[in-house]
């Protein structure tokens, strides 16, 4: 799994109250071509809280897909045009998938051992 960019010092409530607000875990693209090769890669995951822009990353990503991506023949300029249109419609929300699979891990982990003479 991706790394996620945000939620540093943030307790599990306090995502959680983000994400009724309107937060979401975003991706960006970009591409990066070496003359007859091309990659598609994701970023990290982005938290996004709500009211909060995503400018600065998607200007990064866009910019760093305009200067290396459209190198390679054919597939960068395609890949390139794609990416910059995917952000700046906002990247990938997978606030869903991040989502599904905290609360697969979840229902992963082993109950708590109790205390020996607990009730």
Known sequence: MAKIRGIEG????????????GARFVMFQYCISVLVMSFKRSS???FVKAGE???KQKAGFCTLSLLLGWWGIPWGPI????TVAR????GVDVTADILAHAQQQQALRPP???????V
């Open 44 to 46: 990290d995951i982005y």
């Open 87 to 90: 952000n700046l419609g906002g």
């Open 112 to 118: 708590m051992p109790r205390a020996p003479g607990a």
């Open 10 to 21: 943030m307790s599990n409530e306090q995502i959680d109250q983000e994400l009724q607000r």
């Open 53 to 55: 822009s995503t400018g």
């Open 79 to 82: 890949w390139t045009i794609a």
